[in-house]
């Protein structure tokens, strides 16, 4: 499985962005997704996840209320929408797949999820 991530750049304080999370193939379907974060100097961290039928979402405190994540499985894609940027949004994004088929429940930590993207850079300017 290849997830290519891709809507990254550069916004102002306030600003929005949406970024895309295309998987190579159909069964992403059965699988719950997530999208991470990890700034300069950081650990990685979670920032948002959706269950295989989108039914279920999860967000971090630091995102809730500005961030949204969905998902269109006929077109094996994942969105984050990013409104209301701050400076501390910077970091580059990744999204994942949960390794686990067929769950319902969204999973917080990296060590659950097994594929990832490459990362795509977010720079929120002030």
């Known amino acids: 499985v290849q997830l290519q991530a891709s809507g990254g750049g550069t916004a102002q304080v306030g600003g929005s962005l949406r970024l895309s999370c295309a998987a190579s193939?159909?069964?992403?379907?059965?699988?719950?997704m997530g999208w991470f974060r990890q700034a300069p100097g950081k650990e990685r961290e979670f920032v948002a996840g959706?269950?295989?039928?989108?039914?279920?979402?999860y967000y971090a405190d630091s995102v809730k209320g500005r961030f949204t994540i969905s998902r269109d499985n006929g077109k094996n894609t994942v969105y984050l929408q990013m409104n209301s940027l701050e400076p501390d949004d910077t970091a580059v994004y990744y999204c994942?797949?949960?390794?686990?088929?067929?769950?319902?429940?969204?999973?917080?930590?990296?060590?659950?999820?097994?594929?990832w993207g490459q990362g795509t850079l977010v720079t929120v300017s002030s």
């Open positions: 193939e159909r069964t992403v379907s059965s699988y719950g």
């Open positions: 959706i269950s295989r039928s989108g039914g279920n979402t």
């Open positions: 994942a797949r949960d390794s686990r088929p067929w769950g319902t429940v969204v999973r917080t930590t990296a060590q659950s999820y097994d594929y």
